[in-house]
């Protein structure tokens, strides 16, 4: 029964979180759950969590993100303890919940990238089209800066980092033309160099892949994600449900190979002529295919257009041979 589908779980949010009606299904969201958001951002999941169920339903928000966590403490302030919010990395969600008895868990929510508000502010260095500092960190206490990618890395290692967080096919020409411009300063500055590098776009803006190739490599988010989602998959009670909103080709790719593998009792190669790896299904899939926005969410909220939702259950535990 989902018993979410009988509330307005939009009532009152500021900002709309993505696919919000697809997300609390494929939770699976009912009264009495633990739930527990891993990227809590502003807060608009769990909220509308929190307004589709009752009292007996509780969520753990995390973030590295303290001006994030700050606003979605204020929006989550009305539902009172229901709502605990910490400083923290999803790649450490197991010692995180665990630490604070949070567990078992009906449910964990990933909604990876940017929010507005990292996006919206200048000073944090994530837009090529609002000038700022060259930061791009998640967390203000990090050490490593975009700038310190952008002005001390080889070109090589530049090239590399753009080819492959970026999937930019031009990465040699803009990395040499960033290393020939050095020092760069600011994200616009470093909008144009890359800009007329690479020459003129006939959709993405030039600077795209390349401002999220060093965000990706400053915060590590890929391999974050992936010790996440292996946490997550241990973490989740029988029949609890994993759930991931990503938005774009590599976040996509690496959810949609881990679920699939954590879905197979056998990963060895094909030619293996013979099951060797022990490896046992941990989940099922939700959702065979990635599910999309409705046209009209992505009429009423452009930045949800590449948003895919990939879901899993947990299976209980299957005893090896």
Not at 104 to 127: I, K, M, T
Not at 195 to 219: C, E, H, I, W, Y
Request: glycine share 6%; hydrophobic share 40%.
């Amino acid at each position: 029964m989902k018993e979410h589908q009988n509330w307005d779980v939009t009532a009152g949010i500021r900002h709309t979180p993505v696919m919000v009606a697809e997300v609390l299904d494929s939770l699976n969201v009912a009264r009495g759950g633990r739930y527990l958001d891993c990227t809590v951002g502003e807060g608009g999941h769990a909220e509308a969590l929190l307004t589709a169920t009752d009292a007996s339903t509780t969520v753990l928000g995390l973030d590295l993100d303290e001006q994030a966590l700050a606003t979605a403490s204020k929006r989550l302030g009305k539902f009172g303890d229901r709502a605990t919010l910490i400083k923290g990395s999803f790649a450490d969600l197991e010692e995180l919940a665990g630490s604070r008895g949070f567990e078992p868990l009906q449910g964990v929510l990933f909604d990876l990238g940017l929010s507005s508000l990292q996006l919206e502010s200048p000073e944090r260095g994530f837009s090529f089209s609002r000038e700022g500092p060259l930061d791009m960190r998640f967390d203000a206490g990090q050490r490593l800066l975009a700038a310190d990618v952008v002005n001390r890395w080889s070109q090589a290692d530049l090239e590399e980092l753009i080819r492959t967080n970026g999937q930019e096919w031009r990465a040699r020409s803009i990395a040499r033309a960033i290393v020939r411009s050095r020092p760069v300063e600011t994200t616009t500055e470093l909008a144009t160099i890359v800009a007329r590098a690479s020459g003129p776009r006939k959709r993405l803006d030039p600077a795209t892949k390349t401002f999220q190739a060093l965000r990706m490599t400053v915060n590590t988010e890929m391999e974050n994600i992936r010790t996440g989602l292996e946490q997550a998959v241990r973490a989740v009670a029988p029949e609890g449900r994993v759930v991931v909103v990503s938005y774009h080709s590599l976040e996509h790719a690496l959810v949609k190979s881990y679920f699939r593998q954590e879905a197979t009792d056998c990963v060895c190669p094909p030619q293996t002529p013979q099951c060797i790896c022990d490896h046992k299904a941990s989940v099922r899939l939700v959702n065979r295919r990635a599910q999309k926005p409705t046209r009209e969410e992505i009429d009423t909220n452009p930045r949800s257009r590449s948003a895919q939702l990939r879901a899993v259950e947990r299976l209980a535990m299957v005893a090896r041979e």
